[in-house]
Each structure stands twice: as structure tokens, then as C-alpha cells.
């Protein structure tokens, strides 16, 4: 849900101004978000959610021909936007533990090579990248191949010796970070993100970014979320709560898997993932499955948690 206050913002602002265009810059919120992370104007670029930023980013470095580097599984959009600019995706197995497997990232780098890209926490395995081992990519990236940091729920991760790759980006001269406002803010219906970058990469993007992509509606909810800066930290707080919650419960059923740090958390069941899958449903519980491999289950209200918990309770019993 969107933050307290956004709809009413969205009302009395934006409403009337639906049969006009978006500023196609989204300068006011550009400005904004420059001031929150300590970077200039032209270090900021709109786009329709995430997504749309790293499609930008993907097709201003990379054609036919070019590789780009990322670890799988991973974000599901990464090879059909790589695949959209007629590049070739490298994908890099996870670890055991759905971690980045940051030698086998290292090992992938070659002259083909125009985008590495990171995600932190990872999308679904809820991992987290650690410094060490995001410098360690850094130092192995020539400075002219872009890395970058997709940080769609960092927002939740508590790890204390996570990346934050704003901080790199202050460091490494060729670093982009992509962020959004589709899953702390509660705002993905609604399609606003935003990158930070060098200038001249900021530059490229806004050239092969669709015109009018973020509308005014967006730009509106993103400000205003921004205003109610205390909500936010109060709402995340209790979703980790309630995560924490769920992994104890989960833990002393007998379920092992990986430390979660973001709003979900990532069941490795292998081929029983349909069977599980099976259960969820039948409780009227919607999770993400992906066959063979397993089930992503996002925190929700306390009431479809402790559903989960009961679901997997079940799951245990019958030798899952």
C-alpha cells in the first residue's frame, strides 16, 4: 500500500493534471532525490519502475555481439532485457546457499564483457552482497565496463556488512545504481525508479529512455513518499519484524535455508517445488514458485504469515 498521505497527495495534485504531459525529466523529483543521496541533478535519471532504468542502461552499453555478466537465478527480467538490446546473457550459478558466486562473476569477465550486474538483496534468493566482495568485483571490472547495483529492496537488508553501493558509487567511477519506489514505498502500479550514475552515463540513458515514461501521477506519489520519510522506516521495521518472526517459526520446524534480507525469503526445494507449490495454493496462499528449484514467499499481513507458517508446518510432516 502506499504510504499515509500519498493518495490524498495524488488527489489534490494530480487528478486535474491528467490530460497533460509529465515533466519528461522529472526534474523536480530528480532534484529531490539528488539532495537524499548526495549526488548532483545530472547524477539522477527517471524511468517506468526499475526496470525500465536498467533496460536504458542495457541499451546504451550493449548490441549484438556484447556480453553482460549477472548471477542466476536472479532478477527474471535481466535475459529478456538483455535479450531485447541483442546482447548475450553470461549467467553465473548461484552458490549452494543463493548467494553470488563472485569468483564465477570474476571468471566471466572478458573482452565481450559491457555490463556486470549485481543484485543486493538478490531477487528471490533474499541474500545479501557483502563489501568485501562487491569491492572485490570492482577491482576485478575494468574501469570502462559499467557495474551495477541493483538495490530494488535494500531498503530490508539488515545485514551489517551488506554493500550499499551508493557508498561505492563515491569510490569507483563506473558504478550505476538502480533503485525504485515499487516495493518499500508501495508504489508499483504506479512505475517510478531511478538511477544514479556518471553524468555522461545519466546523459546516454535519458537518450534511449522512453519519452514520458514516469507520469506525473508517479512523480506526485514519489515526492510525497518522500515527505513521510518516519512512515517509511516505521513500515519497514515491521516487516523485518514479522520476517524474523516467520524464519524462527520456520527454523524450529526443521527448514534450512539461507538468511533472508528483504521482504521475502526463499524456500530451495528442488523437485518437490511443484508439490509445495500445491499446498500454498490450496490455502489460498499466492507465492512465486519456479519449478525444479523453489518457492519465493513474500512477508505479508501477520494473519497470511502465520498461514505460511502453518503451510510449511504441514509441509514438514509429510517429509518435505
Excluded at 542495457?58 to 538490446?85: C, K, N, Q, T
Aim: with cysteine; proline share 6%.
Amino acid at each position: 500500500m502506499p504510504l499515509p498521505g500519498v493518495v490524498e497527495e495524488i488527489r489534490q495534485r494530480s487528478l486535474g493534471r491528467i490530460n497533460r504531459y509529465p515533466d519528461m525529466r522529472g526534474w523536480e523529483l530528480v532534484e529531490r532525490l539528488a539532495a537524499l543521496d548526495g549526488v548532483e541533478p545530472e547524477n539522477v535519471v527517471l524511468g517506468c519502475g526499475s526496470s525500465e532504468v536498467i533496460t536504458q542502461l542495457v541499451s546504451l552499453v550493449a548490441g549484438p555481439g556484447d556480453e553482460i555478466v549477472y548471477p542466476w537465478r536472479s532478477f527474471e527480467a535481466y535475459p529478456i532485457i538483455v535479450a531485447g538490446a541483442g546482447a548475450t546473457s553470461v549467467q553465473v550459478p548461484n552458490r549452494p546457499d543463493g548467494s553470488h558466486d563472485i569468483d564465477g562473476i570474476i571468471g566471466a569477465l572478458n573482452e565481450h564483457t559491457r555490463l556486470v550486474i549485481l543484485n543486493n538483496p538478490n531477487n528471490p534468493t533474499a541474500t545479501s552482497l557483502s563489501d568485501a566482495d562487491a569491492r572485490r568485483v570492482m577491482e576485478a571490472v575494468p574501469s570502462d565496463v559499467l557495474v551495477l547495483f541493483d538495490e530494488a529492496y535494500f531498503q530490508f537488508n539488515t545485514d551489517p556488512d551488506a554493500s550499499v553501493a551508493l557508498d561505492l558509487f563515491r569510490e569507483y567511477p563506473n558504478i550505476v545504481v538502480a533503485h525504485t519506489f515499487s516495493k518499500a514505498y508501495g508504489l508499483a502500479g504506479l512505475r517510478v525508479g531511478y538511477a544514479v550514475a556518471p553524468a555522461d552515463v545519466i546523459e546516454g540513458m535519458r537518450k534511449v529512455s522512453l519519452p514520458f515514461a514516469v507520469s506525473d501521477v508517479a512523480q506526485r506519489a514519489a515526492l510525497a513518499s518522500l515527505d513521510v520519510s518516519q512512515e517509511l522506516e516505521g513500515r519497514v521495521k515491521l516487516i523485518i519484524g514479522e520476517r524474523d518472526r516467520v524464519v524462527a517459526a520456520l527454523r524450529s520446524q526443521g527448514w534450512q535455508f539461507a538468511e533472508p534480507y528483504a521482504n521475502f525469503f526463499w524456500l530451495p526445494l528442488g523437485e518437490s517445488t511443484d508439490a509445495a507449490a500445491a499446498a500454498f495454493v490450496e490455502a489460498g496462499l499466492s507465492v512465486r514458485v519456479f519449478g525444479g528449484e523453489g518457492i519465493r514467499i513474500t512477508i505479508g499481513e501477520p494473519e497470511a504469515n502465520d498461514m505460511v507458517i502453518e503451510v510449511c508446518r504441514q509441509l514438514k510432516e509429510r517429509g518435505l
